[in-house]
């Protein structure tokens, strides 16, 4: 039956009560949805924001990814901005535009899909607004808390440093152009397009192993590194056979006749983390060692220059 | 020449180097734009935070205001919610989504009034996102510091105490009005609609004096004392004689045949605002009482209930 209740029969302050309905309050959250803003303890004295517009049929399809599917999602884009500053997540704040006719049972699967990725890292959501849309759009923001680290940004790389990644990286494209070629499998690519598992403990870890530079890879590897390169002003040496390519990944390259190392060093949307460490840092596991940062500009693999891929708004 | 120029012209990364160019950063901007995420001084141990979604058609129309006028709206509205719970704001995100045809223009613009508006109450943008979108849409987070006071929230009106407001109330209805009707003057009211002027120092000023419920009246007066009166369990008594009436909207009124006082109770979008304080309060001249709290629920004007107005999304 709840197929066919919409927002627009619940209205917007019955729509307002049933998003927030089953939130509960963070760690850190001291006044929560409901009133003009939310409050949010700040321990660190400093605050992490990071903030994302998520537009159907731009950056997710209904017919490709289920509501809770994009829940998680666009809250874990966020949180994944969060971690590459060596922050913590603690708080969400949620804006939802909503087409009238669209089904109540959609929000509350989006609302279940934010809950939980809030719960695998210990945030909540703190605050938001509802408003009529002819598009489903979502304006998220995270908070996040430093815990007395000094912020891992873009631009620490310096040149005789290890470049590392953490977390899988080409999955979420392989799931992609699965999907584009209308299969619905294998589920382990295809789930990695619809819920990115970002490595988010690997942030914080990263910067208490001293990290000078960190970023989450949401563009593509290439792309992302190449906005470190530009910030530190150095170039990054990748190494191509020490990116790991998953069996996975090159069973289904070879059933769509694609190199799956393109998906690898350009797919974005894996939400891994990319940083560089000092050069005799004892890396944990996690961490895979894929380069060198030396003097220069970009990056290479192999010592040759690739295309960056990744999407970029506005050119098609 | 600039108008022929559109934001598919730029790209996204000249997109987001044109909207970050004049930004400056904040007194409390430790990282501004350009990273993965902002880091912002939180000096109090908390933070205050809130978001909104604007869209084209629903929350502005291009043909009646102006880009500048709607960067300013689309700041002041999110600053005036920092400003009702006695903080003070520091940080501005703006999720920026546009249609590929835009002008470059617009966009120049519409940073231009952010820019203005965030001076106005000494905050910084901070950071954003830029997407491509079939309708100008605007995911505005505001970041404030509450300076060591506590929050001034819906749920602390008492029986006995003084209802009073700051700041215009009515003028945008009326402008709304004016301009729904296809004028374009008298501008104090039109540009009234276009700018709001929140008494943004009145907001840390109530709660230094003690205000026990404040908000911003951004649905209409009754609207949002409607919101204090059900979070704090009480009733508001309002006396319309003592609810001011300004003559350039009694004029407006008197040509449109409106009754002004309508658009003083119930119009939205002048960020006014509302709040209670303790009976013997000593009120500065910014600030008109305007009825009691007491024991009830709703609010009444002259004894009679009003109907609340306002505009709720999904009810057309």
């Not at 598009?135 to 873009?154: C, F, M, Y």
């Not at 690997?202 to 208490?208: D, F, K, L, N, S």
């Not at 290439?222 to 056979?241: E, N, P």
């Amino acid at each position: 039956m709840g197929a066919e209740i919409t927002v627009s029969d619940a209205g917007e302050f019955g729509l307002i009560g049933r998003v927030t309905a089953e939130l509960t309050p963070g760690e850190t959250t001291l006044l929560g949805p409901g009133d003009d803003a939310a409050v949010v303890r700040a321990p660190d004295g400093r605050i992490v924001a990071t903030t994302d517009l998520l537009i159907e049929h731009r950056h997710f399809r209904r017919d490709w990814s289920s509501a809770v599917d994009v829940g998680h999602k666009a809250a874990a884009r966020n949180f994944a901005d969060i971690v590459a500053m060596g922050a913590v997540p603690t708080s969400l704040l949620v804006g939802f535009g909503a087409p009238a006719d669209l089904e109540l049972d959609w929000v509350d699967g989006l609302m279940a899909g934010i809950r939980e990725e809030c719960a695998e890292v210990g945030a909540a959501v703190v605050g938001g607004d509802v408003v009529e849309a002819d598009a489903i759009t979502l304006g998220v923001t995270a908070l996040g808390d430093l815990q007395g680290r000094e912020p891992v940004t873009l631009s620490g790389a310096r040149p005789g440093e290890v470049v590392a990644i953490a977390g899988r990286l080409g999955w979420a494209a392989a799931g992609f152009a699965v999907l584009g070629r209308g299969f619905r499998s294998p589920v382990q690519v295809v789930n990695a397009h619809r819920r990115p598992e970002p490595p988010y403990a690997m942030g914080p870890r990263a910067a208490e192993l001293g990290a000078t530079a960190m970023t989450d890879v949401s563009d593509g590897l290439i792309a992302d590194l190449t906005h470190i390169a530009a910030a530190s002003d150095v170039r990054m040496d990748l190494v191509g056979g020490r990116v790991p390519v998953p069996t996975k990944l090159r069973e289904v390259g070879a059933a769509l006749n694609t190199d799956p190392l393109v998906w690898v060093l350009t797919g974005g949307d894996d939400y891994a983390l990319a940083a560089t460490f000092p050069e005799r840092t004892a890396l944990p596991p996690e961490w895979t060692p894929i380069g060198a940062v030396v003097t220069g500009s970009g990056v290479r693999v192999d010592g040759r220059s690739w295309p960056v891929g990744g999407h970029e708004h506005f050119r098609g």
